[in-house]
């Protein structure tokens, strides 16, 4: 129900009425001329704050509308979806989370720092291992608490909007330590030493939790089950505060199981200001729409067209403009991958696979560390475990691929094709992967033809018709003489995937020439 914005319901309703109508109709570039909101920005532009908007989302205005009279004189009046923000239809520039973070953090007192910074340090901070503070986090605690205060007073609670968000995320982070770290013995009288025990222990009493017997790289995947599965209950079950710190529970896991039935036996209504808190974390600490949970997609759509207000001042998420053609592009792709994923059990399959895509992200690094140290076993055996739990993520596929590329090249191109299949596009990263597999097994035609088509590359492009460097992300990638030298695989970090795939080409190019 609208918040009553007059005291008189019937008022509220005829207000939002025409306020809707009214912004309908607003055009730029000259906008409503007695709009008290619009100023003159240049000879013939005229800007606002797009304040009817804000007012409309506050108060739940109505969609809009519009009259349809048909041939027998009847006029019927339909819905539609209402304009988009003008500022979502703008050209900016791109957006860099963590670029946007480091500016200000350095520039700016922490009192100072807007609600986008406050959310990317409050996410840091929690992610990060409280047993390995780098020098900046040595009152990771103090820090912790003096940013939950400040996004209080910006109107996001540690409790209401924050809560929820907060114990997904500390589960993720704590999820890729303790990965990182299984064949690791720790003091037992640490916190990853206490969570090494618990793990063991509890974990020897469950049952199998496979349907079939782990064989070769396969023997971490149970391991991994159980630690998922710990991890989910005791984030749901431990207070807010032991959550933060990363403390193990005190009891038993078919006792923290038992209070999970109990509570879920309960009719649980929709965490509305939870999925808000989330939907700005996601705005605020996620550079890429891929990496947003849907429900943060939904609220984002809502929010442009006027329908759904922050629990913040609408003025802090001026600070990113997210444009209305991306939302919309990831939206669509989202339903395209839904309605071939039928829901599977209980759980919703997009919910499945953003939080897999979102494991799948922070056991990246760990990964990459394996790999460095010429792990490839445990390096294979993270993103296994993912596709045990879910099989058509477009991302762990793509990953294991990777990591399959020193060892069993043409292993790695079939997780290549299954990554294409899922996700219908091919990426100039895993372009550049599979020309490096192609290469190591010596398909040089189809290695040029890769080229030519993701990078417009031909075998007589030199240094200088590269032209300028194209820095895009960094990525991790295998270094082009290590891999097809026959020497020790060696990782490499690029963010130009052109010059990259420009090296590889030019590696096969000349192995052809000498032959």
């Known amino acids: 129900m609208a918040e009553d914005l007059t005291g008189d319901p019937t008022a509220t309703r005829i207000f939002l009425r025409a306020l809707r109508e009214y912004s309908e109709a607003c055009e730029p570039p000259l906008l409503h001329h007695n709009c008290p909101f619009a100023v003159e920005i240049s000879p013939g532009l005229r800007g606002c704050g797009e304040e009817c908007m804000d007012l409309l989302g506050k108060y739940g205005g109505p969609p809009a509308s519009s009259e349809l009279t048909m041939t027998n004189g009847i006029t019927v009046r339909r819905s539609h979806r209402p304009r988009p923000r003008h500022s979502a239809l703008r050209e900016s520039q791109a957006y860099d989370a963590r670029a946007e973070y480091l500016s200000e953090s350095e520039r700016s007192p922490r009192v100072q720092w807007s609600l986008q910074s406050l959310l990317?340090?409050?996410?840091?901070?929690?992610?990060?291992?409280?047993?390995?503070?780098?020098?900046?986090?040595?009152?990771?605690?103090?820090e912790i608490q003096e940013i939950l205060v400040l996004l209080s007073a910006r109107g996001l609670s540690l409790n209401d909007q924050l809560h929820s968000s907060a114990r997904f995320l500390?589960?993720?982070?704590?999820?890729?330590?303790?990965?990182?770290?299984?064949?690791?013995?720790?003091?037992?009288?640490?916190?990853?030493?206490?969570?090494?025990?618990?793990?063991?222990?509890?974990?020897?009493?469950?049952?199998?939790?496979?349907?079939?017997?782990?064989?070769?790289?396969?023997?971490?995947?149970?391991?991994?089950?159980?630690?998922?599965?710990?991890?989910?209950?005791?984030?749901?079950?431990?207070?807010?505060?032991?959550?933060?710190?990363?403390?193990?529970?005190?009891?038993?896991?078919n006792e923290l199981l038992s209070k999970m039935s109990r509570s879920d036996s309960e009719v649980q209504e929709p965490d509305v200001q939870g999925l808000k808190g989330r939907w700005l974390i996601d705005r605020f600490t996620e550079t890429y729409l891929d990496r947003w949970e849907t429900d943060s997609l939904c609220l984002e759509w809502s929010f442009v067209h006027g329908q759904v207000s922050p629990p913040c001042s609408p003025y802090e998420l001026r600070a990113r403009e997210v444009k209305l053609p991306e939302l919309s592009a990831e939206m669509a792709d989202r339903l395209v991958k839904h309605s071939r994923r039928p829901a599977k059990g209980s759980g919703?399959?997009?919910?499945?696979?953003?939080?897999?895509?979102?494991?799948?992200?922070?056991?990246?690094?760990?990964?990459?560390?394996?790999?460095?140290?010429?792990?490839?076993?445990?390096?294979?055996?993270?993103?296994?475990?993912?596709?045990?739990?879910?099989?058509e993520s477009a991302d762990a596929n793509n990953n294991l691929g990777f990591c399959l590329i020193p060892e069993n090249p043409q292993l790695s191109l079939k997780y290549?094709?299954?990554?294409?299949?899922?996700?219908?596009?091919?990426s100039n990263l895993l372009a550049a992967n599979r020309m490096l597999a192609l290469a190591k097994l010596g398909q040089t035609t189809a290695v040029i033809d890769i080229a030519e088509a993701s990078f417009g590359l031909s075998n007589a492009t030199s240094e200088k018709?590269?032209?300028?460097?194209?820095?895009?992300?960094?990525?991790?990638?295998?270094?082009?003489?290590?891999?097809?030298?026959?020497?020790?695989?060696?990782?490499?970090?690029?963010?130009?995937?052109?010059?990259?795939?420009?090296?590889i080409l030019s590696a096969v190019v000349s192995e052809e020439v000498r032959d």
């Open 120 to 142: 990317y340090r409050f996410r840091e901070l929690i992610q990060r291992p409280p047993w390995h503070p780098r020098e900046d986090d040595a009152n990771r605690e103090s």
């Open 416 to 426: 290549f094709d299954e990554t294409e299949k899922l996700t219908g596009a091919r």
């Open 348 to 391: 919703s399959s997009r919910s499945l696979e953003t939080s897999t895509s979102m494991m799948t992200a922070y056991l990246v690094k760990p990964a990459a560390n394996f790999l460095r140290e010429g792990r490839f076993t445990e390096a294979r055996a993270l993103f296994e475990a993912i596709l045990q739990t879910d099989p």
């Open 170 to 253: 500390v589960r993720m982070g704590l999820f890729a330590e303790l990965v990182s770290n299984r064949l690791v013995e720790m003091d037992e009288q640490s916190v990853l030493g206490r969570w090494q025990s618990y793990i063991r222990d509890e974990g020897g009493k469950l049952p199998p939790l496979s349907a079939s017997p782990a064989s070769g790289t396969d023997q971490l995947a149970p391991f991994h089950e159980i630690l998922l599965l710990v991890l989910a209950v005791w984030s749901v079950n431990s207070s807010i505060d032991d959550v933060l710190a990363w403390a193990p529970p005190e009891a038993s896991l």
């Open 465 to 503: 018709d590269l032209g300028q460097p194209r820095p895009g992300a960094s990525s991790f990638v295998w270094n082009v003489t290590s891999i097809l030298k026959g020497s020790s695989p060696q990782l490499d970090e690029v963010t130009d995937l052109r010059t990259y795939a420009a090296e």
